[in-house]
């Protein structure tokens, strides 16, 4: 009788694990915002589980000041992706964009499915008007991220926990690899579930491909990216989520691949700049026009892009991949002018711990350059005025300056 008994209660045991093992699998992981083209009025939303949900969902509703907003709850159904790992493991991804939403409004959002959901977090969506704003950029994590990474990206949120959005200059991860994207989000924590976060992709958020025997990084962006994100797709054809534009509260964001061919991006940058209404214009993009690394020098990049910043006023231009820092002055047709004048002010940063030799090649155009030093930006727009500020990963301001206009 009592090895019955004893059978009875392995088998409610083992019922027990297997359902809370299962319950785990269907857990959300990896939630994050992205901003759309409309920002004012959607947001876009992916997670993904470790196994299936057969009708995955996001419920968004208007925060409230108790828990009444339950009663207003409106369902959004999620598109669904099966990926499979470097590891051979079967994942499941879920995207969906929040559309009808109104500006300037502080939602609630939650996602998952009828049996497993995530706890609720809080977006504001932007201003229909042309009102301050503030963002964080980021450049190159790269490497260690777990490790080294996360006091950065920590310390950016304590110093701007009221920013609208976080901006990364590519390089987000050192190879497109699942494992290495588990480190992206274990360093934010809960940061992108309530901030969202565009991004202009690296060469090393690419593909490696074989040539001559050699490793090379490929013009195809890594599946990791396609999966983890849903980011604008008004780029050019064959580069959607990679080079983009939206519009935030009277400044133009243009995103671009420069890991692309970047000859074959200049009609559709020209077309973006040229109606472009905003009074700012930000532009994001992982090469530097001006490098701060000894060995580099993108003359393709700068030939590419510069005349068309300088043809339309393009503000400020936000890089990385020399893994240093270097802030120029303000520059037009290759040569620095006086502040109250039309001219583009060049930043390369990085925020991750790989390093390389700071090179002098365009000292003559720069106002701050440094190496060895992790680093965030802050950077707040206004109506006549951009406030840039750059501090060290322990909260040390690195380097500031303000374009007017």
Aim: glycine share 4%; with cysteine.
């Amino acid at each position: 009788m009592r090895k019955k008994y004893f059978i009875i209660l392995l088998y409610f045991i083992s019922c027990f694990v297997y359902a809370q093992r299962v319950s785990e699998d269907l857990v959300p992981q990896r939630i994050i915002l992205n901003l759309t083209p409309e920002p004012a009025t959607s947001i876009a939303v992916t997670w993904r589980t470790n196994i299936e949900v057969n009708e995955p969902k996001v419920q968004v509703a208007i925060s409230t000041q108790w828990i009444e907003f339950k009663n207003d709850i409106i369902n959004s159904s999620a598109m669904k992706e099966r990926f499979i790992t470097e590891h051979k493991e079967e994942i499941f991804h879920y995207s969906a964009v929040i559309k009808n939403l109104l500006p300037n409004t502080k939602y609630v959002y939650r996602v998952g499915s009828d049996s497993v959901w995530s706890e609720w977090n809080q977006f504001t969506t932007a201003d229909d008007k042309n009102s301050e704003f503030k963002f964080v950029y980021l450049g190159d994590p790269q490497n260690n991220i777990m490790e080294y990474c996360s006091r950065v990206f920590r310390e950016a949120f304590k110093t701007a926990s009221d920013a609208d959005f976080w901006l990364f200059g590519g390089d987000l991860v050192t190879d497109p690899l699942d494992d290495l994207w588990s480190e992206f989000f274990y360093a934010a924590g809960f940061v992108f579930r309530v901030t969202p976060i565009i991004a202009a992709p690296g060469n090393h958020d690419h593909k490696l491909i074989t040539v001559d025997g050699k490793l090379r990084r490929s013009r195809e962006i890594g599946n990791t990216w396609k999966v983890h994100f849903t980011l604008p797709e008004n780029g050019p054809d064959g580069l959607k989520e990679t080079s983009y534009y939206l519009d935030y509260q009277g400044t133009r964001f243009v995103i671009i691949n420069s890991q692309a061919n970047v000859e074959e991006q200049t009609l559709w940058l020209e077309n973006i700049l040229a109606e472009n209404s905003n009074k700012w214009t930000v532009v994001c993009f992982h090469h530097p026009i001006y490098s701060s690394g000894r060995e580099r020098d993108d003359q393709k990049t700068r030939n590419a892009f510069q005349p068309l910043f300088d043809k339309y006023s393009v503000d400020l231009v936000l890089t990385g991949h020399d893994h240093s820092y270097a802030r120029s002055k303000k520059i037009f047709n290759g040569k620095a002018v006086d502040n109250n004048v039309n001219g583009t002010v060049y930043v390369v940063s990085v925020s991750g711990p790989k390093a390389y030799p700071l090179g002098n090649k365009y000292n003559n155009l720069m106002v701050k350059t440094g190496e060895n030093v992790q680093l965030f930006q802050v950077i707040v727009v206004k109506e006549n005025k951009i406030s840039f500020n750059a501090y060290t990963v322990n909260g040390l301001l690195y380097d500031s300056f303000e374009i007017i206009k």
